[in-house]
């Protein structure tokens, strides 16, 4: 495989896509739906910014130390692009599928395939060459709604640190690998099929697979696995009656809480107390299935990622429902640590579909 020719082919892709009028719709749309997200979000960060500031101008003013010792949290503005986190999931995900579903089945109906194995050119060079362009049409994509997200910001006076900055990049990294998720799913199906058809339909059945059926299979067998939940203890109660502790379920799929804690005069009533221990460790235990099962599904690994970068603070919670909240926001390093596994997954799922199509066309009858 000689680089230059696989370059020469990558630049064709690229340019073939970035002039394509269903890219560029797709990409209008995303941009505009984005802009619209992201004058949102700056509302909203502007309205924190201005309770932070009166809150800081109250601690400021006040004279008792023991309360003056609590001071706010200042709004990050990475908290502003939780909105595109939900546009790139639904238009991100369309515009990935609609670059790759027939990159190859097209070469096959025009018969131009054949021809253009008559050049001096390489199956894997063809092959690569389409993958590198798909992959740099939609990081071109990205790096579009970020550097006008970017200026968003600036336009309103709001100016990122550095910390925040890297986190912008980062944020920007984890949307383009969930894009090259469906990206590899559309051109495996693009070079299994002999239509773009059938190609657009196998791509349409895998992400529905993907993205919808195994989170809830997931949540399916983490109930069977699981069992079933503890039962809360009947208190008795002063006058007599009994009565029923009730337990509600929230949070992230399976995070349990209480609503009610049951005291004696002794202090926490020991059958709640060990009603509380069964209920965090099944409630634990749902979890690890749920996450486990998760890491098929790009969708899900794209927003436990997307959200440890833009609100690390929520995603803590959620992770780990039963730990205490945190006092201080966890700093981006701390954030990525706990989510390493959902990055990973979103690095090697697109592999393995990249894979699947470099051995098919390697071994594909182009006759």
Known sequence: MALDRLLTVARKEFSDHVTSRRFLIILALLLIISAIGMHSGIGSYNTMLESYNQQLQYMQEFEDDTIGRWMPEKPSIMLIFNAMMTYMVSLGSILAIAIGFDLVSKEKET???KSLLSHPVYRDE????????????????????????LATLLIF?????????????????VTLGF?????????????ISRESGNALVYTLVIFFIVSSLFPMLGMVVGEALAGDPPEPPNIQISSG???TAVA??????????????VHTSEGLDPEWQ???????????????????????????????????????????????????????TPGLAEALRDVWKNIAALIVFPSV???VAYIKFMRMDIR
Not at 126 to 149: C, P, T, Y
Not at 157 to 173: Q, R, Y
Not at 248 to 261: C, I, L, P, W
């Open 111 to 113: 018969r131009s395939l």
């Open 126 to 149: 063809i092959i690569n060459g389409k993958a590198l362009g798909g992959i740099a049409a939609l990081g071109f994509a990205v790096a579009l709604a970020l550097a006008i997200s």
């Open 157 to 173: 006076s709001i100016v990122p640190t550095l910390e925040e900055f890297a986190a912008i990049l980062i944020f920007g990294a």
């Open 179 to 191: 894009l090259l998720a469906y990206f590899a799913i559309a051109l495996t199906a693009s070079t």
């Open 241 to 243: 009656r009994t009565a």
């Open 248 to 261: 509600s379920t929230s949070g992230y799929f399976t995070s349990t809480s209480s609503q009610s804690v």
């Open 274 to 328: 060990q009603y509380e221990e069964d209920m965090k460790a099944y409630s634990e235990k749902r979890i690890l299935i749920n996450d486990v099962t998760n890491l098929i599904s790009p969708q899900m690994n794209y927003y436990v990622a997307a959200m440890a970068v833009t609100n690390p603070r929520i995603a803590m919670i959620i992770s780990s429902p039963y730990q205490p909240m945190p006092e201080e």
């Open 353 to 355: 579909f990249f894979a």
